[in-house]
């Protein structure tokens, strides 16, 4: 018998009841939504599981959401039982004055970089990390230039005016 | 039957520069002899990052043939080189990398901007990539272009000849260029 969305949510919900929200499956792939402190759990649970066994880590990102107060930066897992080729999206959210994720790394060993381009980028800190220090910008850069806080344009260019782009 | 000789009698010579000449001699004035043999033996030290990098392969190819303008050899050491030909997107991370090589070239030592992106960023109106390498380096030439034609990187050659024929010989050791070097925080 194939593992079809249902069964992962059937059993997630059974492990976890009510902790785990917003269930979604947009283009077929199953999206739920789980609590900050709860994220090692709940892969754990989805690593172990004889049924489950989502022990490929496909993807590790984040998005930066400016509106939602409290709840600003989003990071997304993407994990992958090879087995079955089900895929399953999890997502966390955290505030962006307190970024503080545990680390997949010691579960996943390919998180480990991943988890550094996504502090690069949006300054997720991921706690237990073994080396949480910038993976492809400059290392003297003091800003995370994936948020959604700064303008499009460098502001170091001086050869750039509104009046150019006919919106002045 | 043995094949016709042909000669290639359409060499072009370059100019004697003015000056008195004799039986056997020529004077000139020594700055003329030395921008003559810098303008016609330029070494260029390419350093491609993208799409302008393949249109410079096809300026040293033989259909557009930078060799007629006597900048055959491309070393691939900065330590031989006086023409550093920047072709492509430089990334801030790259620019330190960028500035050490200039600095391993010897004086005298010029530099080309090879297209819109090392001339301004171009396109890449971003935070990670410089807006042009004239924010590390100093520039001698800027060629436009997204990526140029191979003619417009030999005109912008040809540009750079005619500012190597015509430098002055005190020119790096004046005031005005030891000011331009503060002015990048070299030396």
């Known amino acids: 018998m194939s593992l079809t969305n249902e069964i992962v949510k059937q059993r997630l919900t059974d492990k976890f009841g009510e902790q785990l929200t917003e269930w979604e499956e947009p283009y077929g792939m199953l999206t739920l939504r789980a609590p900050a402190e709860?994220?090692?759990?709940?892969?754990?649970?989805?690593?172990?599981?004889?049924?489950?066994?989502?022990?490929?880590?496909?993807?590790?990102?984040?998005?930066?959401?400016?509106?939602?107060?409290?709840?600003e930066l989003c990071v997304v897992y993407h994990l992958q039982n090879m087995i079955e080729n089900v895929r399953l999206r999890l997502k966390i959210y955290v505030p962006v004055e307190k970024p503080d994720v545990y680390t997949a790394s010691k579960l996943f060993s390919g998180a480990?970089?991943?988890?550094r381009e996504t502090y690069d980028f949006f300054g997720v800190n991921f706690i237990g990390h073994p080396n949480l220090i910038r993976i492809l910008n400059v290392d003297d850069m003091d800003y995370f230039p994936m948020r959604k806080e700064y303008e499009m344009e460098d502001p170091t260019r001086r050869d750039k005016d509104d009046q150019m782009f006919g919106r002045g | 039957m043995p094949r016709p000789v042909q000669y290639n009698t359409k060499i072009k010579m370059v100019e004697l520069?003015?000056?008195y000449?004799?039986?056997?001699?020529?004077?000139?004035?020594?700055?003329k002899v030395v921008?003559?043999?810098r303008k016609n033996s330029l070494w260029p030290l390419p350093f491609a990052t993208s799409c302008c990098g393949i249109e410079f392969m096809a300026t040293m190819g033989s259909n557009y043939d930078l060799g007629r303008f006597g900048a055959e050899r491309m070393g691939f050491t900065p330590r031989q080189c006086d023409m550093l030909l920047v072709a492509g997107t430089i990334a801030k991370k790259m620019a330190p990398i960028l500035r050490q090589v200039y600095l391993q070239m010897a004086e005298p030592r010029?530099?080309?901007?090879?297209?819109?992106?090392?001339?301004t960023g171009g396109i890449f109106d971003s935070y990670s990539v410089l807006q042009g390498i004239?924010?590390?380096?100093?520039?001698?030439?800027?060629?436009?272009?997204?990526p140029p034609r191979p003619e417009g990187i030999l005109d912008g050659i040809l540009k750079l000849q005619d500012i190597v024929q015509n430098e002055s010989l005190r020119r790096r050791g004046s005031d005005v260029y030891k000011g331009l070097m503060e002015s990048y925080g070299i030396q």
């Open chain 1, 38 to 71: 709860m994220n090692l759990k709940v892969m754990q649970f989805l690593f172990d599981d004889e049924q489950l066994h989502f022990r490929f880590m496909t993807d590790l990102t984040a998005v930066h959401y400016p509106e939602r107060k409290d709840e």
């Open chain 1, 112 to 115: 480990n970089w991943m988890e």
């Open chain 2, 17 to 19: 520069p003015e000056g």
């Open chain 2, 21 to 31: 000449s004799g039986e056997g001699f020529h004077a000139t004035s020594f700055d």
């Open chain 2, 35 to 37: 921008g003559l043999a």
């Open chain 2, 110 to 119: 010029w530099v080309i901007a090879i297209g819109a992106c090392a001339s």
């Open chain 2, 134 to 146: 004239d924010q590390v380096i100093p520039v001698d030439v800027y060629v436009p272009g997204c």
